[in-house]
T-cell receptor
Framework: GENVEQHPSTLSVQEGDSAVIKCTYS??????FPWYKQELGKGPQLIID?????GEKKDQRIAVTLNKTAKHFSLHITETQPEDSAVYFC?????????????FGTGTRLKVLA | SAVISQKPSRDICQRGTSLTIQCQVD?????MFWYRQQPGQSLTLIAT?????????ESGFVIDKFPISRPNLTFSTLTVSNMSPEDSSIYLC???????????FGPGTRLLVL
């Protein structure tokens, strides 16, 4: 079945450094790729997304790149801050049976060291 | 986006009992979803709940164990029936707005079954 691999599972960086999280998907029909941040005790919060007709998208310190040929996409966080510490989930999505079906990655626990 | 609330935020229950989780949205939405997130794991879709129709369950989840109600466009409930310790998880509801691909998540209900 469809799956999304996410790496690394844990990531520690020094404050101010960059962090990169990578996801690979299997379903070539996927066309929407959101990223969620989940802080302790909270629900996932959308932080950025990208559609299949775009190769890169940036929002302040956060950027996402997509390589449809290779079926992988990445989250880039620059100038990391302690408040970036959280679990990050990627997802690959396609429209099927009247709804958008989400396949989530396994999550990356990011720790930003002050 | 949407403002989503869930009740209860957390609960500790005895095995064999049932718990009903409520999800309230601040706007009318057609598509609502229920997910399970086991400790330290990713998100797994339980079912899709559309107003006016029966919920659609994913493989491995059955209506007898997870009955869902969707009485109107702003509210849904998920019941976890005849609970066992294996049901200890975070239960999340999410919504899609209009025809958008994006899902927005509630804060989750943290369930511990003893």
């Amino acid at each position: 079945g469809e799956n999304v691999e996410q790496h690394p599972s844990t990531l520690s960086v020094q404050e101010g450094d960059s962090a990169v999280i990578k996801c690979t998907y299997s379903d070539s029909a996927s066309n929407y790729f959101p990223w969620y941040k989940q802080e302790l005790g909270k629900g996932p919060q959308l932080i950025i997304d990208i559609r299949s007709n775009v190769g890169e998208k940036k929002d302040q310190r956060i950027a996402v790149t997509l390589n449809k040929t290779a079926k992988h996409f990445s989250l880039h966080i620059t100038e990391t801050q302690p408040e970036d510490s959280a679990v990050y989930f990627c997802a690959a999505t396609r429209f099927t049976s009247g709804t958008y079906k989400y396949i989530f990655g396994t999550g990356t626990r990011l720790k930003v060291l002050a | 986006s949407a403002v989503i609330s869930q009740k209860p935020s957390r609960d500790i229950c005895q095995r064999g009992t049932s718990l009903t989780i409520q999800c309230q949205v601040d706007s009318q939405v057609t598509m609502m979803f229920w997910y399970r997130q086991q400790p330290g794991q990713s998100l797994t879709l339980i079912a899709t709940a559309n107003q006016g129709s029966e919920a659609t369950y994913e493989s491995g989840f059955v209506i007898d164990k997870f009955p869902i109600s969707r009485p109107n466009l702003t509210f849904s409930t998920l019941t976890v029936s005849n609970m066992s310790p294996e049901d200890s998880s975070i239960y999340l509801c999410s919504v899609q707005l209009g025809g958008q691909e994006t899902q927005y998540f509630g804060p989750g209900t943290r369930l511990l079954v003893l």
